[in-house]
């Protein structure tokens, strides 16, 4: 049975929430040397980008605003090439790319809650 994309949707909001959680009273410099937040902030990424792979590609074509390809394929550097992974990428993903994403994952979000007629 397929999953609800609702479902991929409170993911992606959920982790990125976290993620903003982690870092708000850090600076670059605490968070390089934060191993923990690091591995933190890394699967929360890789949870969001999993969320983008799996959902289904009519679902994506709705939100084109949304670069989902882009997001996927951090997630693949993230998951493969695990100790390549530039800190200061996933630093100005989580400063620069991620408040973006949030605003236009809640209006997705927000998009289904009307359509199901929720609040």
């Known amino acids: 049975m397929k999953r609800d994309m609702r ?5 992606i909001l959920e982790s990125i929430e976290a993620i903003a959680e982690y870092v708000h009273t850090l600076t670059e410099e605490e968070f390089y040397k934060t191993r923990q937040v690091q591995d933190a902030v ?19 074509s709705e939100y084109p605003d949304i670069p989902w390809k882009k997001i996927a394929g951090m997630r693949d550097i993230l998951i493969h090439e695990y100790f390549g992974v530039n800190l200061k990428r996933v ?21 289904i809650k009307d359509r199901r007629g929720e609040q």
């Not at 994403?101 to 809640?106: A, G, T």
């Open 91 to 111: 630093w100005l993903i989580t400063k620069e790319d991620l408040p973006e994403l949030k605003l236009k994952i809640s209006k997705v979000w927000q998009e």
């Open 7 to 11: 479902l991929y949707v409170q993911d």
């Open 42 to 60: 890394l699967r929360r990424l890789e949870v969001i980008g999993e969320a983008a792979k799996k959902m289904d590609e009519d679902f994506k």
